[in-house]
């Protein structure tokens, strides 16, 4: 079973702070890992991806990966309220047809 | 920006009743998805679809569900007889290709009464 781990959370981050959120995966063949935000009741929303080691930036999102020990994060800097949601940890399979497995998600809390 | 269509976005159901989802992908990807999301947990996969066939199917995925693209546009999710645990959100996603993200649909939430 290719899984992906995540901590469920809730994670509470005063405003302005930095936000890390966390993600574990067991299958060595994955090939590149998304981040996604979903708010409540709506569908996910694709904040960016990495698939080479080290970080990767776009504007407030930072995504690092680290193949050797099978981990990505993402930091969130200057985190706002709206940037409460649950972050969607997925990485890429690619034996046989592609797709995108899922951790469970890590709930978000900014607080003013 | 393009975007997936999903319609209906809400299906309320009886228990043993078909199904048809609907979803027009964005129009110059190749691969198409549906995935579902029982309230609170995780976003399963549920099939892949690619050169008009089926490339990969989940456990989840049995004999009482169907997908089609019927034309150019439209990828469907047919449900035969649906049960009460098929109620969740059902996503349509596609891509152009690995190196690109999945762009979800808004989803449709099926409920199963």
């Known amino acids: 079973q290719k899984e992906v781990e995540q901590n469920s959370g809730p994670l509470s981050v005063p405003e302005g702070a930095i936000a890390s959120l966390n993600c574990t995966y067991s299958d060595r063949g994955s090939q590149s890992f998304f981040w996604y935000r979903q708010y409540s009741g709506k569908s996910p929303e694709l904040i960016m991806f990495i698939y080479s080691n080290g970080d990767k930036e776009d504007g407030r999102f930072t995504a690092q990966l680290n193949k050797a020990s099978q981990y990505v994060s993402l930091l969130i800097r200057d985190s706002q309220p709206s940037d409460s949601a649950t972050y969607l940890c997925?990485?890429?399979?690619?034996?046989?047809?592609?797709?995108?497995?899922f951790g469970q998600g890590t709930r978000l809390t900014i607080n003013p | 920006e393009p975007e997936v269509t999903q319609t209906p976005s809400h299906q309320v159901t009886q228990m043993g009743q078909e199904v048809i989802l609907r979803c027009v992908p964005i129009s110059n990807h190749l691969y198409f998805y549906w995935y579902r999301q029982i309230l609170g947990q995780k976003v399963e996969f549920l099939v892949s679809f690619y050169n008009n066939e089926i490339s990969e199917k989940s456990e989840i995925f049995d004999d009482q569900f169907s997908v089609e693209r019927p034309d150019g546009s439209n990828f469907t999710l047919k449900i035969r007889s649906t049960k009460l645990e098929d109620s969740a959100m059902y996503f349509c996603?596609?891509?152009?290709?690995?190196?690109?993200?999945?762009?979800f649909g808004s989803g449709t939430r099926l409920t199963v009464v």
């Open positions: 996603a596609s891509t152009a290709g690995r190196n690109y993200g999945y762009t």
């Open positions: 997925a990485a890429l399979l690619i034996q046989g047809a592609q797709k995108l497995v």
